[in-house]
C-alpha cells in the first residue's frame, strides 16, 4: 500500500493573514513540499495539471523532472494529467522522458479536467469531452506498447510509421490511472485496460465514489485481469491535524470557511460528517482513514490532500511531518492486518518489469 | 392493496402560511376523491422552508445533506406530486426554483404535477402559466390543466360570474390529479438499482463509435 500526497497548485489568500503569495512562491513551496514528502517517508507526490489561475501548474513534466532531480525514492504521478487537451504523442514523449530521467519512479492518471474553457484553449472541442478521452488514451496506450505505430482516428490528424521518442523504461510504460468524479465511462475505460482507478473521495459523500469504484472493480475481473479484489484502486482524502483535536479544528476552520471549492456553505462539521474530510488529531485522522478500506476494500494508493485553501507553506510542512511520523506508519501496519495474499501492493517500476519478464518466461515455456 | 405515493412540495416561508394551507386543501382534496375510488394515499409533505440552508449548501458543494436528500429521494419516487408556490417578484419564488434545481433532470419525467401558488393580489394568478408551468414542462412532468391560484382575497371569497370560488378550483384539480393518479396506477415499486455493468456502455463499443 502506498501513501503520498496530491497537490492542486492553488494560489489562495491565507484568510487569516490576507496574504496571498506569488506565483513563483507558490511554485517553490510545491517543490518544497514533494521534497518534504519524500523526506518523511511518503510513497508518492502528485500534481496537478491547471491552465488557468489561481492554479499555477501548467507544466507538471517540468515541475517533476525538477523534483526527480532532488529526490531519491518517492513516486513522482499527477492528479491529473489533461487526456483531452494534451496531444497524446506529447504526453507519451513527455511522460517517457520523466521516467528515464527518474529512473522509473513515475506514474500518471488521466482526467479530463476542471474547467470547460480549457478544451478551446488547445484547439479541442468541449463537446467532444469523453469521446477525446477515450480516442487520446488509446492512442498514448499503443504509441508506449508498439515500437512502429500507424493510427488514424478521429481528432487529430493521423500517424504513419511513427515511432514516439524516447521508448519507455526498459520498454515497460509508466502505469497510468484513470480519476474521475463522475463518470462511470471512466471507470470502465480503465477497467477495460487493466489500468488503476482513482477515485478522488474528496468533496462528496462515499456511497457516490463506491458506486465508482465497485462499477470499476466489476468491470475489470469481467475484462480477465484478475478478480475485482485485484483491481488497482486509489482513493483521495483531505486532513488537517493537531496533536489536539481542538486546536486542529480551531486553526483549520478560518481555511475551510473561506476554501475556494466548498467554502461559504455548510460548517465543518457537517462537511466531516459528510465526506471524507477528517479535521482533528492523528489517531482521528488514522480511525478515519481505516474506515476507507471498508467502504472501497483493500486498495493500493492513498493520496492526501494538504497543501491547499491558503495554508501556508511553514504550516503545510508541519502537517506532512505529522503524517509521515505519527500517521503512515500506523496505517502502514493496519492496512497491512488481514490483507489477502492476492491483493496487489501500489504500483511501482520494478513490479511491472517483473511482471512482463514474468510473463515472457511463461510465454517462452510454452 | 397498492399504495399511491402523493407528494406535497410547499415553498411557504411563514408559519402558517397560506402556501402550505393552500397545498394542505389540494392534498385532502385528491386524497378523497381517491378514496371514493376505494385507493389509498400516502402524502407525504415537503418543507422547503426547513431545507433553505440545506439546499443553498448544495449549490456550494454540489451534493444535498441528509434532510434533503430524503427529501428528493420522496419527490423522485413520487407517483403524483402537488407543488405550491408564494409568487414573488412577478414568479416562484427563489427557495422554489432552487429545490427543483437541484433535482436530477429525468426526477419528474411523466409524473402528473398540479402546479399551485399564492399570492397578495389576484393580478399575478398568471404567474402559474407563465413561470410555473414552463419550469415542468422543461422537467417533462405531466403538468394538469388547472392551476389554482389563492390571492388573498380567495380566501374570504366566492367567486364571481367569471370564475370559481376557490373550493371549486381546488377540487377540480385534485380531480384531474386523482383522475391521473387513477388511471395510472401507483408506480411499480422502486426497483432495486441494476447491477453496475448493466448502466455501462461496453468500453469496445465506446471505442467502436470512434472508428473513423
Known amino acids: 500500500m502506498q501513501f503520498g500526497i496530491f497537490s492542486v497548485g492553488d494560489v489562495t489568500t491565507d484568510p487569516t493573514t490576507g496574504r496571498t503569495p506569488t506565483e513563483h512562491e507558490r511554485i517553490k513551496a510545491m517543490v518544497a513540499i514533494a521534497r518534504k514528502a519524500e523526506e518523511v517517508g511518503l510513497d508518492v507526490f502528485a500534481t496537478g495539471e491547471h491552465h488557468n489561475r489561481p492554479f499555477v501548474p501548467s507544466s507538471p513534466t517540468t515541475m517533476l523532472g525538477y523534483i526527480a532531480a532532488q529526490t531519491e525514492r518517492i513516486i513522482l504521478s499527477t492528479s491529473t494529467t489533461l487526456i483531452t487537451t494534451n496531444d497524446p504523442v506529447k504526453i507519451a514523449e513527455d511522460f517517457a522522458m520523466l521516467q528515464h530521467l527518474a529512473e522509473g519512479r513515475v506514474d500518471l492518471m488521466m482526467g479530463r479536467g476542471n474547467t470547460g474553457p480549457v478544451y478551446p484553449w488547445f484547439g479541442k472541442d468541449i463537446r467532444q469531452g469523453i469521446p477525446l478521452a477515450i480516442e487520446n488514451y488509446a492512442l498514448l496506450h499503443q504509441l508506449w506498447r508498439e515500437e512502429v505505430v500507424d493510427w488514424q482516428g478521429r481528432f487529430r490528424t493521423p500517424l504513419q510509421g511513427f515511432t514516439s521518442t524516447p521508448r519507455p523504461l526498459d520498454d515497460v510504460p509508466p502505469f497510468v490511472w484513470h480519476g474521475s468524479i463522475r463518470s462511470p465511462e471512466i471507470a470502465e475505460q480503465a477497467a477495460y485496460y487493466g489500468d488503476g482507478f482513482f477515485a478522488n473521495n474528496i468533496f462528496w459523500p462515499k456511497e457516490h465514489f463506491q458506486k465508482l469504484v465497485n462499477l470499476y472493480r466489476e468491470r475489470y475481473a469481467h475484462y480477465g485481469h484478475g478478480t475485482p479484489e485485484q483491481a488497482m484502486v486509489g482513493l483521495g482524502g483531505q486532513v488537517f491535524m493537531r496533536k489536539n483535536s481542538q486546536d486542529a479544528v480551531r486553526e483549520f476552520r478560518p481555511y475551510f470557511d473561506n476554501a475556494p471549492v466548498y467554502g461559504h456553505g455548510p460548517s465543518l462539521e457537517e462537511f466531516t460528517e459528510q465526506t471524507p474530510l477528517t479535521v482533528g488529531s492523528p489517531q482521528e485522522v488514522i480511525e478515519k482513514t481505516l474506515t476507507f478500506r471498508e467502504t472501497f476494500g483493500d486498495y493500493q494508493r492513498q493520496l492526501f490532500l494538504m497543501d491547499h485553501a491558503g495554508l501556508p507553506l511553514k504550516t503545510v510542512l508541519e502537517q506532512l511531518d505529522l503524517l509521515g511520523e505519527e500517521v503512515v506508519p500506523v496505517l502502514r501496519e493496519e492496512f497491512a492486518k488481514g490483507r489477502p495474499a492476492a491483493v496487489p501492493e501500489g504500483p511501482t517500476h520494478a513490479a511491472l518489469v517483473a511482471a512482463r519478464d514474468e510473463e515472457k518466461v511463461e510465454v517462452a515455456a510454452k | ?212
Do not use: C
Not at chain 2, 4 to 13: C, D, F, I, R, T
Not at chain 2, 53 to 73: D, S
Not at chain 2, 174 to 183: D, P
Open chain 2, 1 to 212: 392493496m397498492t399504495v399511491h405515493k402523493l407528494v406535497v412540495v410547499s415553498a411557504g416561508l411563514s408559519k402558517p402560511s397560506s402556501t402550505r394551507l393552500l397545498a394542505d386543501r389540494l392534498a385532502d382534496s385528491a386524497v378523497r376523491r381517491l378514496a371514493l375510488e376505494g385507493r389509498e394515499v400516502e402524502v407525504t409533505v415537503v418543507e422547503l422552508r426547513d431545507l433553505a440552508v440545506e439546499i443553498a449548501n448544495n449549490f456550494v458543494t454540489g451534493f444535498p445533506g441528509a434532510a434533503l436528500r430524503e427529501a428528493i429521494e420522496a419527490v423522485t419516487a413520487a407517483d403524483g406530486l402537488i407543488v405550491v408556490t408564494p409568487i414573488f417578484t412577478a414568479s416562484y419564488s427563489g427557495l422554489f426554483k432552487s429545490f427543483f434545481d437541484v433535482l436530477d433532470n429525468d426526477a419528474l419525467t411523466g409524473k402528473p404535477v398540479l402546479i399551485a401558488a399564492t399570492g397578495g393580489t389576484p393580478r399575478h394568478s398568471l404567474a402559474l402559466e407563465h413561470a410555473v408551468r414552463p419550469l415542468f414542462s422543461y422537467l417533462r412532468a405531466v403538468v394538469l390543466p388547472t392551476a389554482v391560484y389563492a390571492a388573498t382575497d380567495d380566501w374570504g371569497g366566492a367567486g364571481d360570474g367569471l370564475t370559481d370560488g376557490l373550493p371549486r378550483r381546488i377540487d377540480r384539480a385534485a380531480g384531474e390529479l386523482a383522475a391521473l393518479l387513477s388511471g395510472r396506477g401507483p408506480a411499480a415499486p422502486a426497483v432495486p438499482s441494476q447491477a453496475a455493468s448493466q448502466q455501462v456502455v461496453p468500453f469496445a463499443q465506446q471505442l467502436a463509435a470512434l472508428k473513423v
